[in-house]
């Protein structure tokens, strides 16, 4: 607007021979200026008021050829990723420095948003798309443009974060397309208050085992939290089962747990209640399954393994800073206590041959010493896996330790020598946990009786 303006008025000062001082005012320079302006008037006519940049691309403008690499590169390799992410990916693994800000001006000149993109930003593309929809005439367009038009998702409520870390832990899992072509479970903790992941591990399905390794982790690191917010599905489910098998409801494990620890256990069946830890699955399910494939993850294992090292890049990117002084986790208990504390107890009848079947394994019952105990045929026992994968069982508040009873025996009385077989029998010491062991009958009864009734209900 200005360079026409400054045409109109030297053209006209030209051609009526004006007052200069006038034309002066009106451009705001001075009279010296407006003898330059009509020499380059008269020299080179409208096109000497045209600026020297003027069609001339500015040194910062991407390339052409780089704006489609980024549009092929998101659509076939990293169509699952936001834009944040996928900026991200660029410079560390395709080379391309862009920021964030181009890369989305790029993509929505695609009609390309994010999954994460915000509610007016998808109404304005709706909007843009239903216009130019509304002045094609071609069939074939209109249809295509139908096809991209967004709709816009109900946003959910928001509210405050926990003034302490440890406070409140939020738990719950995802069964996803991580890293496979089969779904898998990844069962994570996040704390309200500063948004850290402080545990998280994958499993084949949603289990109390997968539950117990997260709790595992915060144990470990961090201690032992206030309280869990938890879903109130699977693990974490109040309604009675119709099973007298405590196996079945895994509410009793995880909660008997966590009452030995003095962990306050809430659950809730509204998803926006525990917010936060939605939000982080929403996170995971677009920048994860990426990082998996492009780590060369196949299996579980290696999953939990890359998540050692994930877990600690993520956080110092997305969590708050950790304020000690506003840390109300308290001291992680030895690992022992933790190993007996987080155990899947079941309950078993010794049979005709003095054994118990658990897992489909016969085991017998050795004491200290590593000498067989007899019972009565009938006798109930309580069954303590341990977390690291010990078997122990509880007789009347006595203590043993189970050993597979193998189909086969390693040394044969006859074939080998008489040291070897006296070697291979010799019973040897075995570890017993101390009387304050958290499987104690009174103890876990009194606590299976909250969810079943009478405790003789539950023994029959």
């Given at each position: 607007?200005?360079?026409?303006?400054?045409?109109?008025?030297?053209?006209?000062?030209?051609?009526?021979?004006?007052?200069?001082?006038?034309?002066?005012?009106?451009?705001?320079?001075?009279v010296?200026?407006?003898?330059?302006?009509?020499?380059?008037?008269?020299?080179?006519?409208?096109?000497?008021?045209?600026?020297?940049?003027?069609?001339?691309?500015?040194?910062?403008?991407?390339?052409?050829?780089?704006?489609?690499?980024?549009?092929?590169?998101?659509?076939?390799?990293?169509?699952?990723?936001?834009?944040?992410?996928?900026?991200?990916?660029?410079?560390?693994?395709?080379?391309?420095?862009?920021?964030?800000?181009?890369?989305?001006?790029?993509?929505?000149?695609?009609?390309?948003?994010?999954?994460?993109?915000?509610?007016?930003?998808?109404?304005?593309?709706?909007?843009?798309?239903?216009?130019?929809?509304?002045?094609?005439?071609?069939?074939?367009?209109?249809?295509?443009?139908?096809?991209?038009?967004?709709?816009?998702?109900?946003?959910?409520?928001?509210?405050?974060r926990?003034?302490y870390?440890?406070?409140?832990?939020?738990?719950?899992?995802?069964?996803?397309?991580?890293?496979?072509?089969?779904?898998?479970?990844?069962?994570?903790?996040?704390?309200?208050?500063?948004?850290?992941?402080?545990?998280?591990?994958?499993?084949?399905?949603?289990?109390?085992?997968?539950?117990?390794?997260?709790?595992?982790q915060i144990?470990q690191?961090?201690?032992?939290?206030?309280?869990f917010?938890?879903?109130?599905r699977?693990?974490?489910?109040?309604?009675?089962?119709?099973?007298?098998?405590?196996?079945?409801?895994?509410?009793?494990?995880?909660?008997?747990?966590?009452?030995?620890?003095?962990?306050?256990?809430?659950?809730?069946?509204?998803?926006?209640?525990?917010?936060?830890?939605?939000?982080?699955?929403?996170?995971?399910?677009?920048?994860?399954?990426?990082e998996?494939?492009?780590?060369?993850?196949?299996?579980?294992?290696?999953?939990?393994?890359f998540?050692?090292?994930?877990?600690?890049?993520?956080?110092?990117?997305?969590?708050?800073?950790?304020?000690?002084?506003?840390?109300?986790?308290?001291?992680?208990?030895?690992?022992?206590?933790?190993?007996l504390?987080?155990?899947?107890?079941?309950?078993?009848?010794?049979?005709?041959?003095?054994?118990?079947?658990?897992?489909?394994?016969?085991?017998?019952?050795?004491?200290?010493?590593g000498?067989?105990?007899?019972?009565?045929?009938?006798?109930?026992?309580?069954?303590?896996?341990?977390?690291?994968?010990?078997?122990?069982?509880?007789?009347?508040?006595?203590?043993?330790v189970?050993?597979?009873?193998?189909?086969?025996?390693?040394?044969?009385?006859?074939?080998?020598?008489?040291?070897?077989?006296?070697?291979?029998?010799?019973?040897?010491?075995?570890?017993?946990?101390?009387?304050?062991?958290?499987?104690?009958?009174?103890?876990?009864?009194?606590?299976?009786?909250?969810?079943y009734?009478?405790?003789?209900?539950?023994a029959?």
């Amino acid at each position: 607007m200005n360079e026409q303006k400054k045409y109109e008025i030297i053209k006209n000062l030209v051609d009526s021979k004006g007052n200069k001082q006038r034309a002066a005012v009106k451009l705001g320079c001075t009279v010296r200026s407006i003898n330059r302006l009509i020499k380059r008037y008269k020299e080179q006519g409208k096109a000497g008021f045209s600026h020297g940049n003027h069609y001339r691309k500015p040194i910062s403008t991407i390339a052409p050829e780089t704006r489609s690499e980024i549009i092929a590169l998101y659509k076939n390799k990293y169509s699952d990723s936001n834009l944040r992410h996928f900026t991200e990916l660029l410079e560390r693994i395709e080379g391309i420095h862009i920021s964030e800000g181009s890369v989305r001006s790029i993509l929505l000149s695609e009609n390309i948003l994010s999954p994460k993109a915000h509610k007016s930003t998808k109404n304005a593309l709706k909007k843009r798309l239903e216009a130019e929809k509304n002045k094609t005439k071609s069939k074939k367009k209109v249809k295509e443009l139908q096809e991209k038009i967004l709709f816009v998702d109900q946003p959910h409520p928001r509210r405050e974060r926990c003034a302490y870390f440890g406070e409140i832990i939020q738990m719950d899992a995802s069964k996803h397309l991580w890293f496979d072509e089969n779904k898998v479970t990844l069962h994570a903790a996040i704390d309200d208050a500063t948004g850290i992941i402080v545990g998280a591990y994958f499993d084949e399905q949603e289990t109390l085992r997968g539950y117990y390794n997260v709790f595992n982790q915060i144990l470990q690191t961090y201690g032992i939290p206030y309280m869990f917010y938890t879903d109130r599905r699977t693990v974490f489910d109040y309604k009675k089962i119709n099973s007298k098998d405590i196996t079945k409801n895994t509410l009793t494990q995880f909660g008997y747990a966590c009452k030995q620890l003095g962990v306050e256990l809430k659950v809730t069946s509204v998803a926006q209640a525990k917010g936060r830890i939605e939000r982080l699955f929403g996170t995971l399910q677009s920048r994860l399954p990426i990082e998996l494939r492009l780590a060369g993850v196949q299996t579980v294992e290696q999953a939990n393994e890359f998540l050692k090292h994930y877990l600690k890049e993520f956080n110092s990117k997305f969590a708050l800073q950790i304020d000690s002084n506003k840390s109300v986790f308290e001291n992680q208990p030895e690992d022992e206590k933790i190993n007996l504390l987080l155990s899947i107890i079941s309950e078993r009848k010794i049979d005709s041959g003095h054994c118990i079947k658990y897992k489909n394994k016969y085991y017998k019952l050795l004491d200290e010493n590593g000498y067989m105990e007899f019972y009565h045929k009938g006798t109930t026992v309580i069954v303590a896996d341990t977390f690291n994968g010990e078997l122990y069982c509880n007789v009347n508040d006595r203590i043993y330790v189970l050993e597979e009873v193998k189909k086969h025996e390693d040394v044969s009385r006859y074939f080998d020598t008489d040291e070897k077989y006296r070697q291979s029998k010799k019973p040897r010491k075995r570890y017993i946990p101390p009387m304050n062991h958290p499987w104690r009958k009174d103890n876990f009864m009194k606590y299976v009786h909250t969810f079943y009734g009478h405790e003789d209900d539950f023994a029959s």
